[in-house]
C-alpha cells in the first residue's frame, strides 16, 4: 500500500490569501456578490491560474467556469469544484476553499506525475449563494440540469438587473452548453459553516445528506395611519404581521426541535417611518431539514399560522416560492471513502449531514458524490469572522487528493 | 347677538386643491417631507398668497412663516396656524387646513372690513411631521422655546443631510429670531386623524389635551450567521429580537388598553438577505397617552422586555430617545369658546383629547391655546386616502374665524 498523496498547503494558503484581497472588506472578509465586479476580478484571477496550469478552460451560458485537466482515457471527468461568489458580508472560505483545492490537486498531480485515467475537472459554478439572485446554487442546478437555462438567465436581482445582462456585463457568458454531461463522479470540499465539528473535536465530516431548503417571501398589506390617532383595535398593522410571523416561525423551529431550522433574514417594512403604521411589510421565511416530512410539516404550520395572522390583524399576505429544495443523500460509497481516506491520514472524522445548500447536490441524482466538510471557528460563516485553521485545511485538501485521484483511476 | 361670521368655502377648498398639486403623488396625496424641493415650493406658494393678502411676512431662523393681519392697537397677535410638511405618502389636508384656513380667516375679515385690536397672524411651522428630522413639531418648540435654536439646526435625517443646511438649500433660513414672544392666544384648526368624531357622528372637536409622545430608537446587535448551519438554540439573531420586542410592544399596549397606543413603524435588518441571520436590527417604538403616569408605566414595560430579550437571545440592545413630549392639557377657556361657537353655528360638539402631537401644543404652556378637530374619513390620515368631506372643513373654518376674532378683540 503506497503512501498517501499530500497537497502543498503553503501553495494553498498563498491562493486563498490572493483570492480574499478580492473584493475584500474589513475585518477580513470579502464582498463578491455574483455577477459583481469583484467577482469577474475572481473568475479573472481563476481563469488566470487555470491556464498557468494548462488547464482546459471552458466557459458555459451561465457563467460556469470549468478548468480540465486530461486523463489517459476518453472518460468522463472525475470532477470537483465550488463557487467563489458570496454573500454581501461574507468570509474568505465558503466556497473559495473547494474551487482553490481542487487547483491545488491538479498542480500537486502535475508535480508528482501522477497520470490519471479519467480527466480531473475543476468547477467554479455561477451565483451558489443566492444572496443576489433567487434561486440559490443556480448555476450547478443549471449544469446538471435541473433548472432551465432560460429561466435562470431571466431572473433578476432586488434592483431588476436580469441576470443574463449582468454576466454579460462582466464578460462571463460562455459558448458552452448547459446541461453539461454528468461527470463520473463529483467531490467537494467545503468548510462546514456551523459547529458540529468544532464542538465534536473532529477534523474531517463525511457528508451523508444535505438538509432540504424552502424559501418563501411574504408581502404583507395591511392599512397605513397615523400611529397616535388609530387605536390599537382599528389596525391594520403590516409591520406587526410581520414580526408576529417572525416570532411564530422561531416558535415553530423550537417546538419541531434540532436539526430544523427556521430563519428570517429579511424585513422591510413601507413607508419605515417612526409615526406611521406600516402599510406594507416584506419578509423572506428560510426553513430547512434532513427529512422532508418534517420540513413539509414546518411549511404547512408557518402557512397556518400566516392564515390566523392575516385573518386576527385583517391584513392581506401573498406567499411566493423562493426556493425549494429536498433534502439529499450523498452516494454512501463516497461517504465510506472519505472516512477510509481520513482514517489512512490519521484524521478524526465523523459522518454528518449539510445544513447548507451546496453545488453538489446538484450532482447527486446524477453521478457518485460526495462532500467533505472541515472545521468552522464557532461554526461562523457568512460573516467576516469566518475561520478554519491551516491544519484543517490541509487535513480536508489532502483528502480531496487522495479520493479524487482514486475516482480518477477507476477503469470504467 | 350679531350674526356669526361665515368664511369662503370655495376659496378655501380652491387653495386646498392648490396646494394639493405641490408634491402631489399617486391617490391624490402629496410628498412634502420638510425641507424638501416640494415643501419649498409648498412654501412659496404659501408666501405669494400671504403677500397678495397684503400680510406682513416674516421667516426666523428656523423657516417658520409667518403672515401678520395688522390689529387697531399695539398688542401681541391673536395667533392660529400649522404646518404645510407632510410624511412621505401623505395626505392634502394634514397641515395644509390649518395654515390655509388662517389665510381665509384673514381675506374674509379683510372682505367683510373687520378691525381688531390684536393682529391676527397666520404661522407656518417647520418640520411638524418629524418625518424626516426628529422631534417632530421642530419649528413650533423652537418658535416658543422649548427647543433651541442650535440643537434643531444641528439635528440630520437618515441620510446625514443636517437641518440647517437643507434649510440654506431651500432658501428659508431667515432673519427673524426666535424664541419669539407668546402670542396673545393660539388656535389650531386641523383634521382629526383619527375615527372618533367619524364615528360618534359629531362635526366639530373641541380639544382638551394632548396626548404626551415618546419616540425610542433601538439598535440590536446579534451575530450575523449562516441560516442553515446554526443551530436555533446558538443564534444571537437580532432580527428575531427586533420581531420579539415588536410584539412585545403590541402586548404592552393591548395590557395597558386605551387609550394607550403603541407603534412599531420602522424596523429595518442588516445584511437583510434571506439566508443570513441578521447580524443588526434598527427599530423605533412609539408610545403615547394622555395621561403621563401610564405613559412612564408603558415606556418602563417596554424596557424590562428589552432586558429580557437581550438576556435570552445574546444580543446587544442599545436605546436612543428619539422624541418625548409630556401630555399637554389646553386652554379650558377656549375649549369653552369653540363649544359655544359650535352651539351658536348649530355644530355638534364633543370635548376631546388629540392622539397626535400638533404645533399647538407648543404654545400651550406660553398663552391660552386650543384646537379645533374636523373629522377624518375611516380615521385615515398619514396616507393619500386621508379624506374631510368639504362640509366638515367650512364648519371647522367658521369656528376660527369667529373664535380668533373674538379673541382678538379683547382688549388686553
Not at 297 to 312: G, H, L, M, N, P
Request: charged fraction near 20%; include cysteine.
Amino acid at each position: 500500500m503506497s503512501e498517501p498523496l499530500k497537497i502543498d498547503i503553503a501553495r494553498l494558503m498563498g491562493r486563498i490569501e490572493a483570492m480574499a484581497s478580492v473584493g475584500q472588506i474589513e475585518g477580513g472578509g470579502v464582498n463578491r456578490l455574483a455577477l459583481s465586479e469583484a467577482d469577474r476580478d475572481g473568475r479573472d484571477l481563476l481563469v488566470e491560474w487555470m491556464q498557468d496550469l494548462n488547464l482546459q478552460v471552458t466557459i458555459d451560458a451561465i457563467g460556469n467556469i470549468v478548468g480540465q485537466r486530461s486523463g489517459s482515457k476518453n472518460l468522463a471527468p472525475v470532477m470537483t469544484g465550488s463557487h467563489l461568489d458570496s454573500v454581501a458580508t461574507g468570509g474568505r472560505y465558503d466556497g473559495t476553499l473547494g474551487v482553490l483545492a481542487g487547483l491545488e490537486v491538479v498542480e500537486r498531480l502535475d508535480e508528482l506525475n501522477v497520470e490519471t485515467r479519467h480527466p480531473i475537472a475543476v468547477g467554479c459554478f455561477s451565483n451558489e449563494e443566492g444572496a443576489r439572485f433567487a434561486p440559490d446554487m443556480l448555476g450547478s442546478a443549471v449544469y446538471q440540469g435541473s433548472l432551465d437555462l432560460q429561466s435562470a438567465l431571466n431572473t433578476s436581482d432586488a434592483d431588476g438587473c436580469v441576470f443574463g445582462d449582468c454576466l454579460d456585463a462582466i464578460g462571463y457568458r460562455g459558448n458552452a452548453t448547459v446541461p453539461a454531461a454528468p461527470p463520473h463522479a463529483f467531490v467537494e470540499l467545503h468548510i462546514e459553516q456551523g459547529p458540529v465539528l468544532e464542538n465534536a473535536g473532529i477534523t474531517i465530516g463525511a457528508v451523508e445528506s444535505v438538509q432540504g431548503i424552502s424559501w418563501t417571501e411574504y408581502t404583507i398589506d395591511g392599512v397605513s395611519n397615523h400611529a397616535g390617532t388609530t387605536p390599537m383595535s382599528m389596525r391594520k398593522d403590516a409591520g406587526y404581521a410581520a414580526s408576529a410571523l417572525a416570532c411564530a416561525v422561531r416558535e415553530i423551529a423550537t417546538e419541531l426541535g434540532a436539526p430544523q431550522v427556521a430563519t428570517v433574514g429579511a424585513l422591510s417594512l413601507e413607508p419605515n417611518l417612526v409615526n406611521v403604521v406600516a402599510r406594507r411589510a416584506t419578509m423572506t421565511v428560510d426553513l430547512r431539514n434532513v427529512d422532508d416530512a418534517i420540513l413539509i410539516d414546518a411549511e404547512s404550520r408557518v402557512a397556518a399560522v400566516v392564515d390566523r395572522i392575516s385573518e386576527r390583524e385583517g391584513v392581506h399576505i401573498q406567499s411566493r416560492i423562493l426556493a425549494r429544495f429536498q433534502p439529499v443523500r450523498f452516494s454512501e460509497s463516497i461517504v465510506r471513502s472519505v472516512t477510509h481516506w481520513a482514517e489512512r491520514l490519521k484524521l478524526s472524522t465523523i459522518s454528518m449531514p449539510s445544513g447548507a445548500g451546496h453545488d453538489a447536490q446538484m450532482f447527486a441524482p446524477r453521478c457518485p458524490t460526495g462532500m467533505i466538510f472541515v472545521p468552522s471557528r464557532d461554526g461562523i460563516s457568512h460573516n467576516v469572522r469566518e475561520h478554519t485553521d491551516r491544519s484543517d485545511i490541509e487535513a480536508g485538501a489532502n483528502i480531496l487528493i487522495n479520493l479524487l485521484t482514486e475516482l480518477a483511476t477507476e477503469d470504467y
